[in-house]
């Protein structure tokens, strides 16, 4: 059992349809056919989406996007159009809400990965592998990859498990020709990314991104390298052959496998609320990361 512990109701807006209530976001769509993307302050973790907020992180994803979206204009389109506050839309809404171009949306997750960790450690450890692709003998968690690879996984719905496949299988599902662009562009953009990040003494170890098409232009979308969708671990601090402290959700990982939650992940039961010194030290990780990585402060 897995997915809302407390699913919320959404906001009506005038001259808005609601379409679907995301993990994070709450989608609609606007009177001209646009999509309208309000980021939450949301925290999802082992497939449950808790019943504690985190303050601010809803404008942190999307401030963070829209300054990588920037970073990135050259290498790839996005979907933003606009980052006004649909009339009649709650004050709260402002420095969270995206109107974007309606796409055709590839059901891929595009993964690249440049370090050993999370999911691929587990199938590295079990096959030497990930997804399918070998790898050198004597990698351990944290291991600089020779090169980065492209991981796809199917995109879950909420309170299911998003799960790795090859690219193979991608080639069958959206075409070869779809696959080959998907993983060129998120190759292509996961380099940038990380020499961007390393000038700025963070490892962004993987991250995923997702594509939609307008017309036949591929386009990136959603939300993008964001502590949500992204491993953010600090320059300084990295030590292969351990778990990295990171800027992420780890921090309430961490805790919610931890005694002091008391919380059995493979129980039916749903996941507690988070104690406020954890929503705390959460919140900081997430504006720390959005402050080493823009070179601005948060306010």
Not at 134 to 146: F, I, K, Q, T
Not at 183 to 211: C, H, M, N, P, W
Not at 231 to 242: I, L
């Amino acid at each position: 059992m897995s997915g809302f512990v407390e699913k919320p109701e959404p906001i009506e807006v005038p001259g808005l349809v609601h379409l679907h209530t995301g993990k994070v976001r709450e989608l609609y769509r606007n009177e001209a056919g646009d999509l309208v993307m309000v980021a939450s302050d949301r925290m999802s973790a082992y497939d449950w989406v808790l019943p504690t907020e985190i303050p601010d992180k809803g404008r942190v994803l999307t401030q963070l996007s829209l300054w990588w979206f920037d970073q990135l204009r050259d290498l790839a389109e996005n979907h933003v159009l606009s980052t006004e506050l649909p009339e009649g839309a709650p004050a709260d809404w402002a420095g969270r809400t995206l109107v974007c171009k309606s796409l055709k949306m590839v059901p891929v997750e595009c993964v690249a990965r440049g370090y050993l960790t999370g999911s691929g450690l587990l199938e590295y450890n079990a096959s030497r592998t990930v997804c399918g692709l070998a790898l050198p003998e004597g990698l351990v968690d944290g291991s600089e990859l020779p090169a980065p690879i492209f991981t796809p996984a199917t995109k879950a719905e909420v309170g299911e498990h998003d799960e790795n496949v090859s690219y193979e299988e991608v080639a069958r599902q959206v075409g070869a020709e779809t696959a080959a662009q998907l993983r060129q562009a998120t190759l292509a953009v996961y380099s940038r990314a990380r020499d961007i990040a390393r000038e700025r003494g963070i490892i962004l170890a993987d991250t995923k991104f997702e594509f939609g098409f307008d017309g036949d232009t591929l386009v990136l979308a959603d939300e993008v390298l964001t502590p949500d969708s992204s491993r953010f671990w600090p320059a300084d601090r990295w030590q292969p052959g351990r778990a990295q402290p990171s800027y992420d959700k780890q921090y309430v990982r961490d805790w919610l496998t931890s005694p002091a939650s008391g919380w059995d992940r493979k129980s039916e039961q749903p996941p507690p609320a988070l104690p406020e010194e954890v929503v705390a030290a959460t919140r900081q990780k997430y504006v720390e990361a959005y402050e080493h990585l823009t070179g601005t402060s948060w306010s």
